[in-house]
Structure formats: C-alpha cells, structure tokens
C-alpha cells in the first residue's frame, strides 16, 4: 500500500510503501522500512533498514510507530499527532495521514518526551483543531506508557525466567496499581507470586514485618520503611524479588518536610536492597502512575545486574 505523510495544509510531503499487517474499522497496521540515508536525531538514529511497524487510526489524532533495527532490536515509539487518518476510494486504495507538527518519543527504557512544540504553536490551525491535538497528546502519552510497559514486563519476565527468580509487591500509595499493571502482562505468573497492599503502619506490620522502631523513627514515608517493605514482600512470599511503594499521592497530606508526591520506591535482590526518592510533581493519579514507572525501570534495572 501506499502510505502519504501530507503537512497540516494538506500538502504532500513524503510518500512511501507499506505491507499492510491488520486492518479494521478502528486502525491499519503497516510494516515498512527506513529506505534513507542514515539520519542522526536528538532521541535515536536511524539507519537504512530499520523496521517500522506504524499503527493508523481512523478516529484519533495520532499514529504510533514502533522502530526496530533490521535485527529486531527495539529503539523506541513514536507519535505523531494528527489528523484521523484516512484511505481514497479508489480500487487500489492509498492511505492519508495529515501531520500537526506535534509529537512524542517513547525509549526502550520508558523516557518519553515531547517533540516539536514549538512548531506546533507557530502552526496556524484552527482553535477546534488545536485543542482536539493537545487532547490526542494526552491520549497518546497515555498509548506510548502502555507499550513500553508491556515491553518491559516482557523484558523483566523473560531476564527472571533465566535467572530462576520470582518476584512479590508491598505498595501503599500505589494502592495495587502496581500488582494490575505487571499481571496485565501475559505469561507473568511464571515470576509473579503475588503482594500486598499495606496502606496502614499496622498492615506494613503485620504483613511485612516493617519494625514499629522504624515507623517511629522515620515515619511510613522513609527510605528505611520502604527497603523494610520491599525485604518483608520477598521473604515473607519466598521471592528473589521484592519491590515497594510508600508515599504521599496528594492532594493533601504532605509536610515542609514531606511534600505531596514524595515517594520511596525500593528493590530487595539477592544482590542487597535499593531505594529511590522522588518529588513527582502531578496529581493524585499521575503520582501513582509515575511510581509505578519508575518501579519497573528499577525492577529492569535490578534484575539485569
């Protein structure tokens, strides 16, 4: 098939050949291959047979491609913010993506970034137009996490399985949200035992043995409480493996000392314990999310040293 890229004005920019994969009302998959030069960006390179494989919608505001080496190697997700795709109705019908100059990268290792804001501002589109882009931003932002979370749950069940590992959840500010997220992932009962959600000091306590010294001394939201947790999932589930979550999602309940979206994330392995702090700056919601992220770069990260 053949795919065009046309600017916002509707004028052609490039065209190139696809192999359609899937098609149905909602999309169009295609795969097609890089067939330039090699071309140095801020985020990857690309490199002459590289494989995109490139989603179509024909009622959202962007496509996603996912790029691979010719040797199958992952190097990232990109989003294109655009108008609804669309086929001609000719008998060897060619398909029609309208680019908004608005876009976002996603890497193997769950960075995203948005690209080319400021020709998305200097665009002259129209106020309805402008507004239906910034909304399909959100909406793929929200896509690209769910395909690099896949990817690295893949990744974490694959390196675990090799190593004879399993692993157990303690959360308390994610609520669970971390245990949905890795049991979406197919397969994953062959590392996943299973977890906790101790929200009170009592739970964390009782159900992973984090000392009542500790949560005196250093409260609930602490490095020391959350390493306690992340040891207390892994020896009281019989795991390799234990990741924790504690902290203060908002919108109240922070302190000059201990804000809204303070969280500690830690790891316990084989190899010792490892805790993170962090500052997230979003609301109740996007703080959850982002702990959840960030624990399963640290559970890839962990699990391949």
Request: charged share 25%.
């Amino acid at each position: 098939m053949l795919i065009h890229k046309h600017n916002h004005h509707g004028e052609r920019k490039v065209s190139y050949h696809g192999a359609v994969l899937m098609r149905d009302l909602q999309q169009l998959i295609a795969r097609a291959e890089w067939r330039f030069p090699t071309q140095e960006l801020p985020y990857t390179t690309l490199v002459t047979g590289d494989v995109f494989i490139e989603t179509f919608y024909f009622q959202r505001w962007y496509n996603v491609f996912e790029i691979r080496a010719a040797d199958g190697v992952l190097k990232g997700w990109y989003a294109n913010i655009t108008r609804p795709t669309y086929l001609t109705t000719d008998p060897d019908a060619e398909l029609i993506w309208e680019d908004l100059e608005l876009d976002l990268w996603m890497s193997p290792a769950g960075e995203m970034q948005v690209l080319d804001e400021d020709e998305f501002a200097a665009s002259n589109i129209s106020s309805i137009e402008r507004a239906s882009a910034l909304d399909a931003l959100d909406a793929a932002r929200a896509d690209l996490r769910d395909r690099w979370r896949a990817h690295a749950l893949a990744t974490l069940r694959d390196n675990l399985i090799v190593r004879g590992w399993r692993m157990a959840t303690a959360e308390s500010c994610t609520g669970g949200m971390l245990a949905n997220v890795i049991t979406d992932q197919p397969g994953i009962s062959r590392i996943y035992l299973g977890g906790a959600v101790a929200y009170d000091n009592a739970v964390k306590s009782s159900a992973l043995g984090v000392r009542e010294e500790t949560l005196r001394a250093y409260g609930a939201v602490s490095a020391q409480t959350a390493a306690e947790m992340a040891r207390g999932a892994r020896e009281r589930l019989g795991a390799e493996v234990g990741v924790s979550t504690t902290g203060i999602a908002g919108p109240d309940g922070g302190s000059a000392e201990k804000p809204v979206g303070l969280v500690y994330i830690a790891i316990s392995t084989p190899s010792g314990d490892f805790v993170e702090r962090h500052i997230w700056p979003h609301d109740r919601s996007g703080n959850k999310h982002a702990s959840v992220d960030r624990a399963l770069q640290m559970l890839g990260e962990g699990c391949s040293r």
